[in-house]
């Protein structure tokens, strides 16, 4: 069975660092487009970072400059690092693996990691 297991969310401070990652397991990991989605009280989930199996990397505008996604094609694992972190980026952060396939696509996705931003 798949297997996407997130870590690293905690309660930090504003301005404050924290580094999530995911590691994968039972799916030919560098066939996959990597992401970090978050999820916060009351909205909808929004793609934050994403990276492609050959490292081209996108950001959401809210943080551009502050965090860095990246990947271990090795290790199976995909990293998220959050810089100057705000209130605003308290949310539920999921991982996710995705495949385009003809005209279809495969998702698979992990469970979440919580990270709240508070002082």
């Known amino acids: 069975q798949v297997q996407l297991v997130e870590s690293g969310g905690g309660l930090v401070q504003p301005g404050g660092s924290l580094r999530l990652s995911c590691a994968a397991a039972?799916?030919?990991?560098?066939?996959?487009?990597m992401s970090w989605y978050r999820q916060a009280p009351g909205k909808e989930r929004e793609l934050v970072a994403s990276i492609t199996n050959i490292g081209t990397t996108n950001y959401a505008d809210s943080v551009k400059g502050r965090f860095t996604i990246s990947r271990d094609n090795v290790k199976k694992t995909v990293a998220l690092q959050m810089n100057s972190l705000k209130p605003e980026d308290t949310a539920m952060y999921y991982c996710n693996a995705h495949r385009e396939r003809g005209f279809s696509a495969i998702d698979y996705w992990g469970k979440g990691t919580l990270v709240t931003v508070s002082s």
């Open positions: 039972r799916f030919t990991f560098s066939n996959y487009a």
